[in-house]
C-alpha cells in the first residue's frame, strides 16, 4: 500500500506562485510513477504533470501548464513537488497526487489539496 500526503495549497493572487508536496509512505518515490492531477469544479479530472521512476528526466506536463509548472522529486524525503509559477485563475482546482504505474493508471491517490486562484 501507498498513501500520499498532500499540503502546500491555498489562496493566491494571479501572477502568483505555490509549491504542492506529496509526501509518500510504503513505497519509495524512485520505485513508482509519480502525478499531480487536478479537478475544477464541474470538469474532469485532468492530468498536470507526472514524473517517471526510472527516469527523473522523463517528465510529462499538459499543454496548459507547460512553461508555468515544474514537477520535481526529493528522494531523501520521499516526496514529490508541484512548483506553479504565473498562476491564472483557470488553475483553480482541487490537485492530487497519484503513485502508480502511469502505463495502466494510477492505483494510489491523496486527498487533494485546493488551490484558489484570485484575479
Known amino acids: 500500500q501507498v498513501q500520499l500526503v498532500e499540503s502546500g495549497g491555498g489562496l493566491v493572487q494571479a501572477g502568483g506562485s505555490l509549491r504542492l508536496s506529496c509526501a509518500a509512505s510504503?513505497?519509495?518515490?524512485?520505485?513508482?510513477?509519480m502525478a499531480w492531477f487536478r479537478q475544477a469544479p464541474g470538469e474532469e479530472r485532468e492530468l498536470v504533470a507526472s514524473i517517471k521512476r526510472w527516469n527523473i528526466s522523463s517528465r510529462y506536463y499538459a499543454d496548459s501548464t507547460k512553461g508555468r509548472f515544474t514537477i520535481s522529486r526529493d528522494n531523501a524525503k520521499n516526496t514529490v513537488y508541484l512548483q506553479m509559477n504565473s498562476l491564472q485563475s483557470e488553475d483553480t482546482a482541487v490537485y492530487y497526487c497519484?503513485?502508480?504505474?502511469?502505463?495502466?493508471?494510477?492505483?494510489?491517490w491523496g486527498q487533494g489539496t485546493q488551490v484558489t486562484v484570485s484575479s
Open positions: 510504503g513505497r519509495t518515490v524512485t520505485s513508482i510513477d
Open positions: 497519484a503513485a502508480g504505474e502511469a502505463n495502466i493508471g494510477y492505483s494510489y
